[in-house]
């Protein structure tokens, strides 16, 4: 569904990202890992169109999107929810989830959407996307519009972060209904165990490469069997 090739990226003449290849299927939840620096968010964002490669090919569907802008990704279904949410001071939650249908929803689709999310649809579907709101809040609002615009591709970076109990124990079933009801595929960012164990299929970074790609316990395994390396390191670090 979406190919990387040969993708380069780097920053104050220090390589982020090692001609980057992998090829990632719909229908498909994988889960990209690794200690901080590895390079998992600057993939992330150059596939959304946030980062622009040095060089390589993006390819969705077999087309050419390595030049397209944020919006065109947007429009041609692939849908994002930062680490730490975005503040839209003045826009409502209703707005929000409008504007990331691209249509004017229903406020009981809205309703619909907020619940999935575990919020209640009374006590936000009106309030501003501001500072008035907890972390954990805009991260469940954050997740609700990447379902809200029904995307091929939804990608998470550590959607874990910040968010209470019960949100964390409900993101395997916010996975699994992405995939259920859009034929798409899923790409999270996690340190979490529990998220890694869903994955169809874990990518393990290292200093700007890819070092394997394969299974959570067989990713897990290799991890293990390195000289000094705990598994702790990989899920706190």
């Known amino acids: 569904m979406i190919e990387l090739i040969d993708i380069c990226f780097e920053r104050d003449n220090k390589k982020i990202l090692n ?16 200690q901080n620096g590895s390079g998992k968010s600057t993939l992330v964002k150059i596939i959304m169109g946030i980062i622009k490669p040095d060089s390589g090919k993006i390819l969705l569907d077999g087309e050419d999107i390595t030049n397209l802008s944020i919006n065109e990704r947007a429009n041609l279904g692939i849908g994002f929810a930062f680490q730490q949410p975005v503040i839209f001071k003045g826009i409502t939650v209703y707005d929000l ?14 309703c619909d959407i907020l619940s999935k999310v575990g919020l209640c649809a009374l006590e936000y579907i009106d309030r501003e996307v501001n500072k008035s709101l907890s ?6 609002i954050e997740i609700a519009t990447v379902l809200a615009r029904k995307p091929r591709i939804a990608i998470f970076d550590e959607p874990e972060a910040g968010i ?39 990518i393990l970074m290292e200093n700007g490469n890819i070092v394997n790609f394969d299974s959570c316990e067989n ?10 390396c705990k598994k702790e390191e990989i899920y706190n670090g």
């Not at 972390?135 to 469940?140: A, C, F, N, S, T």
Request: aromatic residues 8%; contains cysteine; hydrophobic residues 40%.
């Open 97 to 110: 989830l409008s504007f990331a249908s691209n249509k004017q929803i229903s406020k009981k689709e809205a």
């Open 219 to 228: 990713v897990m395994n290799s991890i293990i069997s390195k000289p000094c």
């Open 19 to 34: 001609n980057i290849n992998l090829k990632l299927d719909k229908n498909k939840f994988y889960v990209i890992t690794g």
């Open 164 to 202: 209470d109990l019960w949100s964390f124990r409900n993101l395997n079933k916010i996975f699994k209904q992405i995939s259920d009801d859009n034929n798409s595929m899923t790409l999270v960012i996690s340190h979490q165990e529990k998220i890694l164990n869903m994955a169809d299929k874990v």
């Open 135 to 140: 972390g954990g809040e805009l991260k469940r």
